[in-house]
Structure formats: C-alpha cells, structure tokens
C-alpha cells in the first residue's frame, strides 16, 4: 500500500495485547493493511516465530503484558488520525500528478489555489 505511513505505527518489543484475534496473514504489511481497513482494529500483535502460524492478531483496546520470551513479539498501535493525513497527502499527490500530466502549465494554477486556501 503505497500510502500507508509507518509513523502511523507504534511499536513495542517484547510486549503483546489480550484477547487479540488470529488472522491468516503471512506478512507485517499484509496484517497492517489488514487491521487499516477493520475499523475495530486498533492495534497489532506480530509474531513470526508462533508454530501455528498465527502471525498476525488483532487488537480491539491496547491493553498490553510482558512476554515470556525477547524477541519474539512486536505490538503495534495504529494512529487512525495519522493515517487520514498520510491518505489525504497520498490523495493530493495523486490529484497534483494528474494535473500535471494534462495540463498546459503542470497543474500550477491549482498547487497555488490549495495553498492559498
């Protein structure tokens, strides 16, 4: 996802939250993106080494424990209203790089409206 912005993580080693929900993903970027568009989800729990396979989990509070073992956990708290910013700058790139390829003055006319209002 080339929007997502990882400062809109959080993330703690060597910590994990409760009651958290299994999710079939095989990849840190696949499960954050994944938790992005649940709107419950409000954090994650990675753990690449779990035998089950159970990488990725769900978080719907950020109540958070000590693991057993280092290393093994990463708990990250996703920053929703980080996350509006980075898809509202993503969305104005987008519209500016448009402008530019199908315009007469490369889209200046509109960067100057934005940043007056």
Known sequence: MTWLNADCWTNTSDVHGFNGV?????????????????????AIDWEPANPDDNFCWFLTMTVIGNTTETGVITHYELNRLCLSKSYFHFYLRQIFSYLSLYSNNGGKSLITCVTVI
């Open 22 to 42: 299994a999710q079939n993903l095989a990849t840190l970027e696949q499960c954050q993106e994944a938790c992005v568009n649940d709107s419950t989800c409000v």
